[in-house]
């Protein structure tokens, strides 16, 4: 509508409750324009066409656990000659370790030299028991922290611009400037509104956006892959100083070896080698949750 008494557009003025009529601009938030001359007053600001980018977490690692290494107290030989010297017939001999064992030089259940079971030497191969390894929890930590969050999900932006009075035109209608390009004649409500007559295009842009985005929380999941290994040794005397033989031992399988038959074994001895603790695989460090807008306003538009 038009009118002799103005230079712009006569359109129907803002109901009760209403700002405007506005001259409303939207589009990329990089080609935002300065508001028009003839209506240069900044009245809102808002974004619509919000992105989910997901929530940049921390990487999550795991700390190695703990782990300790029980020495075998389960020793025995056998009459068999081979290992793992437990075939149909063949007798066990006791040469356990004493309760607890530290490794220390023992002389517990010593097996004497040429020790006949059913009329064959009773020691033709000893068997050893293997370590056992016991790790703690793994601790979590964050190996990589998350980086600096992008600040704008909008990827539309929005202004509107009022004049600085409002004329009446002939009509009882309100002299607004004309739209240039780009722009559009609105009134707009705070929250969500239907719209008034005259104003039939509808937008809602926000003002704000609640980031209900959160990482899920680091944690470890159980050890796996831990190991001990120990240097055993055998002596054919009771003070350890007479050395019959000297073996790795690992924690996988128990250990055998074939011995010369019946030989003495006196006493015995124990240091741990080496423990691989093993790792914990790291879980968490997850995007959870979106982006939600907030703080609406609703502008109606003519069409």
């Known amino acids: 509508m038009h009118s002799s008494l103005c230079s712009g557009q006569c359109v129907p003025p803002a109901p009760l409750g209403w700002f405007g009529p506005a001259l409303l601009w939207s589009g990329p938030p990089d080609a935002v324009p300065d508001c028009p001359a003839d209506a240069p007053t900044l009245g809102y600001e808002g974004f619509a066409d919000l992105q989910q980018p997901p929530k940049e977490c921390a990487t999550c690692a795991c700390d190695p656990p703990e782990a300790s290494c029980a020495l075998p ?12 010297g437990d075939e149909p017939g063949a007798v066990a001999t006791s040469f356990a370790a004493p309760d607890s064992w530290d490794g220390a030089c023992t002389a517990a259940n010593a097996i004497p030299a040429d020790q006949l079971c059913n009329g064959e030497p009773c020691v033709q191969s000893l068997t050893i028991a293997a370590p056992s390894v016991t790790t703690s929890a793994c601790t979590p930590r964050v190996d990589v922290p998350p980086p600096v969050p992008r600040l704008d999900p909008w990827a539309t932006r ?5 004049a600085g009075a409002h004329t009446r035109c002939d009509d009882a209608t309100t002299c607004v400037p004309a739209a240039p390009s780009g722009f559009r004649t609105c009134v707009f409500h705070e929250g969500e509104a239907d719209c008034p007559q005259g104003y039939a295009l509808k937008h809602t842009f926000f003002k704000d956006v609640i980031d209900g985005r959160d990482c899920t929380a680091c944690g470890c999941g159980d050890p796996t892959g831990a190991s001990c290994t120990l240097m055993v040794s055998v002596y054919r005397d009771a003070g350890c100083t007479d050395l019959l033989a000297s073996n790795l031992v690992g924690s996988s399988v128990p250990f055998c070896v074939v011995t010369p038959p019946g030989v003495g074994l006196g006493s015995k001895s124990a240091t741990i080698a080496a423990v691989e603790p093993g790792a914990c695989a790291p879980h968490g460090g997850e995007p959870v949750g979106e982006l939600q807008p907030s703080a609406p306003s609703t502008f109606c538009c003519i069409a």
């Open 158 to 162: 929005a202004i509107a611009c009022l």
């Open 73 to 84: 107290t389960d020793w025995s030989a056998s009459s068999s000659a081979a290992c793992p």
